[in-house]
């Protein structure tokens, strides 16, 4: 088993030995055991806290380098016109807590988030219109995620 301990820097294309696919909820924990693309059996050896991003490189104590992919999942975009109304569907959902990646297209703003029939509602009565769809989950990291954080605090 490779034993994936470093988070490094971007590297040449050459030097990556492998990728590993992950989903949003397995990026976040520390330590895993998994298999690579290829099929190689690695485990991961890190710091607690920080999610692992997609396009990000983790080193083995052996030197191979691996690239993290995020993997295809289901979600829901929510399509909506950039400026004041996406603003304000990004308020009202992180209002609620949720992870959620913020983008934009050709088309409109949009805001991606996991299934979840109330916040779906949520998205609609403020005018988004909803694609339920698999695609890549890579959340908006948040202002404190590089430091541990207690979010306990009042409403």
């Excluded at 040449?12 to 992950?22: C, F, G, K, Q, R």
């Excluded at 959620?100 to 050709?106: K, M, R, T």
Aim: proline share 7%.
């Amino acid at each position: 088993m490779l034993e994936l301990t470093q988070r490094i820097g971007p590297v040449e294309t050459s030097e990556i030995h492998d990728h590993l696919t992950l989903p949003f909820e397995l990026r976040m924990r520390g330590r895993l055991r998994a298999k690579t693309d290829t099929g190689y059996d690695v485990g991961l050896f890190l710091d607690r806290g920080p999610v692992l991003r997609e396009g990000e490189f983790l080193q083995a104590e052996s030197g191979e380098v691996i690239r993290i992919r995020a993997a295809d999942e289901p979600v829901v975009t929510a399509r909506i016109e950039p400026g004041l109304p996406l603003a304000r569907l990004c308020y009202h959902l992180g209002n609620r807590h949720v992870a959620l990646q913020i983008g934009a297209d050709e088309q409109a703003g949009w805001v991606r988030f996991p299934p979840d029939h109330v916040l779906e509602e949520l998205a609609e009565r403020l005018g988004a219109t909803l694609e339920h769809h698999r695609a890549p989950f890579d959340p908006e990291p948040g202002a404190y995620s590089e430091k541990k954080h207690d979010h306990a605090h009042a409403h």
